[in-house]
């Protein structure tokens, strides 16, 4: 049987999923698409927590979760005391920062720490641009917008409404490609309104999940603080319950 | 007995003299002036090996020297591989950057983390500006200059002369202050090529020493591998073997 091209939406929440779907496909080609909308730059560095958290579920062996820097930070007082990450996280970080400011694009930073992680899948940003979720609250009397990543850290005021701040918000190349080349898209569990909603605002992604002619399959949703405030999925789908059903979907 | 203030020229390798002085002089205004000859800009991170060395041996409790980051970073591929730093110190890195970039300059900055470190004493680099060791080395019939950092990391071949890179050689106006103002001026453990030659060539601050009325306290050469490179050091010196002489010499 020929490789079928597989492409998972996934944000951070969907690791385990993908890690086991990725185990079931060894002899197809699996892509990823990760959402950026809790994508910020902290002390310098570019956050990129959903893509970050499927690079390291894709790993063969899991790295050890110390958090010596965040610690350091910490004690010399670095703001904001929320962006705790990980020391592997921040050594992807650091590189990804040092690659973006050469020049490259967040797909093929992304691409290239994959590569370099010799992953059994490819993984793309949905977007190459900026493109942030902020949620609106009202805080002693006065709205604001918090960024959603500070607002799931902190337990903020509770959530009016979703802004996203972009500096662009197309889709891309690499994402649109990853959704029409595919034999078969899964939606992996995520969050309804913290994940799904930004990355199925990206532009040309939901036209191009319309267009196709197979229905996208769609795992359960992931718990979710916000999910009041998710847009409607509105695409026809075929609820699949595990990876497992997506390997017989796909036939494998 | 009024507060007496010692100035300490320094480099990495002065850190347990530092500390054991800074032990003995509780009561004193105790400032280092830490070398950048061994500065350079890794991964888009501003190092200092000498002001961290300085700043990590004033610490009450040293931190503990893992270097999860660094392991990470080479398992990702990163280079150069022999810049391999400890975790605390790459927290400083990324928070000396971040500080950087918004436009404090580099004196600021290491007070700042020596303030937040709450040290016992004001560690101020020699230089607010890049000002880099090379050493020019023949390499496969090709004379090429090599910084110093990755000469030491690496052993590249036999160094055959200095060459200090500088956007501008001036020394900074708190080590000329600290010199120019101090009761008692010590010229730490320091290797002569590594770190006296480039500190001494810090334009101002020969001037400074030279106009002082009392000799330099200077405590023993540590060792150097490229000691024959070395500027003479041409200051009216009185030797001291330990911190404990120069407390007896501050009368502490």
């Known amino acids: 049987m020929a490789a079928m091209r ?75 005391r929320w962006a705790h990450d990980d020391d592997a996280t921040l050594a992807r970080q650091v590189l990804r920062t040092e690659l973006l400011a050469a020049g490259f694009g967040l797909a093929e930073v992304t691409a290239a720490l994959a590569a370099r992680l010799a992953l059994p899948a490819t993984v793309v940003p949905v977007s190459e641009h900026r493109t942030e979720l902020h949620v609106v609250v009202t805080d002693a009397g006065e709205r604001r917008a918090v960024h959603v990543e500070e607002h799931l850290a902190t337990g903020t005021a509770e959530a009016e409404s979703l802004v996203v701040v972009s500096t662009d918000d197309s889709a891309s190349d690499a994402a649109l490609a990853a959704v029409r080349d595919a034999d078969v898209v899964v939606l992996a569990p995520v969050r309804p309104t913290v994940t799904r909603t930004p990355l199925l605002r990206a532009g040309g992604l939901r036209d191009a999940l319309a267009a196709r002619p197979a229905p996208l399959l769609a795992a359960p949703e992931a718990d979710d603080p916000l999910a009041a405030l998710a847009d409607p999925l509105e695409l026809p789908v075929t609820t699949v319950g595990s990876p497992a059903d997506v390997a017989a979907a796909v036939g494998a």
């Open 6 to 80: 597989v492409t998972v939406l996934a944000g951070a929440e969907s690791a385990p999923f993908v890690r086991e779907l990725a185990s079931l496909l060894p002899a197809h080609d699996l892509t990823v698409v990760a959402s950026v909308a809790r994508d910020q730059w902290v002390h310098g560095l570019k956050r990129t927590p959903d893509a970050d958290a499927l690079l390291d579920g894709l790993r063969a062996e899991p790295s050890s979760a110390t958090s010596r820097v965040a610690e350091e930070l910490a004690a010399l007082g670095a703001e904001p």
